[in-house]
């Protein structure tokens, strides 16, 4: 048992980093069945007692090489104090540039709230999406979340990629996590990822001056029976009918006008998306505020 307790506290500092100093150390008593008295020993580790540790060792050990293959393990890891390299998460400063090690920049983004959504709507990222969204609200119920877009939604050059469900997932959890979510359009945000634009916090939601924005009805593609189309038809028909009314809802627009303007896919402007009510202000740098964006100089030279 003391060559298991000592492989557990030489596994420990490998996690160490991602608990808080402040949880209190946990304490290991050792009996011997032989005497009455017994003896506790104070442990520097986190509040997780090192039998955890060890078990979780000779567990994998056990599965793949047996038991003495898990207790030699354990042997060599005690005389030899080999000690596991610690991964960085989170970028810190130490010296200059040189000193330092490469950052890891979606844990950066993510330590200071800012979830961002970079692609197309796939069941990963809807993953990834909904995890930090959940993970946010349980750090700080109150922080805001800033969500930056620049997405095509769930299609991709006329390609479905995903189901309209993918939106609808992380939709109803920004919906349903207590931190106000501030949305930003860093690019595009086309067809599913406009609803999510919308769906931001009212009076947070913006876009940078060249961004562009589109709405569009469902796209689906079908194959099978007949009677398979049937069924798969009605199904569109319900999504479609949920999308207008999500987008009447955060635009102010009556259902009938949604529905009229999805019948093609309705592109905006900036400028043109907050008279519309997709978004409600556009974010000039302080460089240029004249600057109206590239959709508007196309726009004025004719050229789209």
């Known amino acids: 048992m003391e060559v298991i307790g000592r492989a557990a506290e030489l596994c420990v500092p490998r ?3 991602l608990w808080s100093s402040s949880i209190p150390c946990s304490s290991s008593s050792s009996s011997s069945s032989s005497s009455s008295s017994s003896s506790t020993t104070t442990t520097t580790t986190p509040q997780v007692s090192s ?13 793949g090489n047996g038991m003495s293959s898990a207790w030699s393990t354990l042997h060599q890891s005690y005389h030899k104090g080999h000690r596991g390299i610690v991964t960085m998460v989170i ?40 995890a930090e969204l959940l993970y946010l609200q ?3 119920p109150e922080k805001p979340i800033y969500m930056y877009i620049n997405s095509t939604g769930t299609t991709k050059d006329g390609e479905k990629l995903g189901y309209e469900t993918e939106a609808f997932a992380i939709y109803d959890t920004m919906r349903y996590v207590k931190p106000p979510i501030f949305t930003l359009c860093v690019g595009n945000a086309w067809g599913e990822a406009a609803l999510l634009l919308a ?21 689906a593609q079908f194959r099978g029976q007949a009677t398979d189309l ?13 999308l207008v009314g999500l987008y009447a809802r955060h635009t102010g627009h009556s259902p009938e006008k949604i529905e009229e303007d999805i019948r093609r896919p309705k592109y905006f402007s900036p400028e043109e998306a907050v008279e519309y ?4 202000k556009v974010l000039y740098s302080d460089k240029g505020d004249e600057r109206k964006g590239v959709v508007a100089d196309l726009r004025k030279a004719q050229l789209i």
Do not use: W
Not at 102 to 128: A, C, H, Q
């Open 51 to 63: 039998s955890f540790f060890a078990s979780s060792v000779c567990q994998s050990s056990i599965a």
């Open 230 to 242: 049937d069924i798969a038809r009605k199904e569109v028909r319900n999504v479609k009918a949920e």
């Open 91 to 130: 970028p810190f400063q130490r010296g200059d540039a040189t000193q330092q090690p490469p950052p890891d920049l979606p844990s950066y983004l993510f330590k200071n709230r800012i979830v961002f959504l970079g692609m197309s709507l796939v069941p990963s990222v809807t993953e990834l999406i909904m």
């Open 277 to 280: 009510g997709i978004i409600d």
């Open 15 to 17: 996690r160490a980093h």
């Open 138 to 140: 349980y750090e700080d």
């Open 199 to 219: 769906a931001g916090s009212k009076g947070n939601r913006a876009t940078l001056p060249s961004a562009t924005i589109m709405i569009k009805q469902p796209i």
